[in-house]
């Protein structure tokens, strides 16, 4: 038989809670607050997908010729992209009647417990953060920077904004997320420090990043450095040469991985291009839109070295969906359970609270997914370490 729930056993704990996440340290959060948020996630258990639809490039322009007959129909094959809810987490802690008696003659176990809650929460917003950090970097379009593992200069955050130009990413809502070490490099950037020339005291009064060339800058942790593939001496395999927007392109001679995420380049293309689908039966497949240039027969193909993923985008390009995880109609034994948001982030979670013999647990749980919908908008700025 279920316990009984929503006995208030928590209520005295959530206040507190919300003050313990000030205190606790916490790693910088810069992408859960500038990708889509999915509101339709709650309909959605672990492992399903929500589809929406995506409808092709309209390649179908003619001149219009007056006639007595009805032009033949133009029909369309409608994409999709999916999303699913991919993990439902839990993070624990358990108390026993011994143990609160022990502590309650010193700090308190409320107190304790208020941090374990806070401690809890950043670690779950951090797996969150992980999974948008590692999802941008592998679903990019194209890259922009000069030369692995070093920091950008000024020149990257324009050219990351005319690739989402180039690509018809809209012009508003774009953000870039930086590593620490590439956010260094940025309030170095003597343009915007220099108030007669930045025109705004605030990076230098208060080290706050603001915004550049359309770009609301934030840091994360959580921006990803991969290793990249071992794929070395590939050359183009057509002898008809590739076209300006194609996506499959067939190699040869060469040897080693080439994965995805993976950034490649093309002999004789200034262009980054971003991997969406690792080397298979000599067959690369590049992010959407594809090639900017034509591409010869053997042309050779290199593998960007190893470098950080500061990632430009707009909001629209990156969905997370996230819910509270489900439990049975008929309840479960939890003796109470509680949502608490976390301010930073804006992220909800399920505190729950199960007795046992002589000892209570506690989960701080929430369920979520995240993907790539319009690799066409994001970018990623290469970054040092």
């Not at 219009?64 to 409608?78: E, F, G, K, R």
């Not at 040897?255 to 993976?262: C, K, M």
């Not at 948001?341 to 979670?349: E, K, N």
Request: a negative charge; one cysteine or more.
């Amino acid at each position: 038989m279920a316990a009984p729930t929503n006995n208030n056993t928590l209520t005295d704990l959530i206040p507190d809670a919300y003050a313990a996440l000030d205190v606790v340290s916490r790693e910088l959060t810069g992408f859960i607050p500038t990708v889509a948020r999915d509101s339709r996630a709650d309909m959605v258990a672990v492992g399903q997908t929500l589809r929406s639809i995506v409808a092709p490039v309209n390649a179908s322009g003619a001149d219009i010729v007056p006639a007595m007959a009805v032009p033949s129909a133009l029909n369309q094959t409608i994409g999709n992209k999916s999303l699913t809810i991919t993990k439902a987490r839990s993070f624990g802690f358990s108390w026993s009647g011994e143990d609160i008696m022990a502590v309650d003659k010193g700090p308190g176990y409320l107190t304790i417990q208020q941090d374990q809650i806070a401690q809890a929460i950043r670690a779950a917003v951090n797996e969150v953060e992980a999974d948008i950090a590692a999802a941008a970097s592998a679903g990019a379009s194209r890259a922009y920077g000069a030369t692995a593992d070093t920091a950008p200069v000024i020149g990257d955050f324009s050219n990351a904004k005319k690739i989402l130009d180039d690509n018809g990413a809209p012009g508003s809502d774009r953000h870039c997320v930086l590593n620490t070490a590439s956010g260094v490099a940025v309030r170095g950037f003597s343009n915007l420090y220099k108030v007669n020339e930045g025109g705004d005291t605030t990076l230098l009064r208060q080290g706050l990043l603001g915004d550049l060339y359309g770009f609301s800058l934030r840091e994360s942790a959580q921006v990803v450095r991969p290793t990249k593939g071992t794929g070395a001496s590939y050359l183009v395999n057509n002898g008809a040469g590739y076209a300006i927007g194609d996506t499959a392109i067939t190699l040869d001679t060469g040897s080693g991985t080439i994965l995805a995420g993976d950034i490649v380049t093309f002999a004789g293309d200034t262009n980054k291009y971003v991997v969406a689908s690792a080397l298979a039966a000599n067959v690369v497949t590049l992010a959407a839109p594809g090639l900017r240039q034509t591409l010869a027969d053997n042309t050779a193909v290199t593998v960007f070295g190893t470098s950080a993923r500061n990632c430009a985008f707009s909001r629209n390009a990156i969905v997370l969906a996230t819910r509270l995880p489900a439990i049975p109609a008929q309840g479960d034994m939890a003796l109470d359970r509680q949502v608490i948001t976390d301010p930073r982030t804006g992220l909800s979670f399920e505190i729950a609270m199960y007795p046992g013999y002589r000892m209570n647990t506690y989960h701080v749980s929430i369920a979520w997914g995240v993907t790539v919908f319009k690799p066409e908008h994001l970018a990623i700025i290469i970054g040092g370490v």
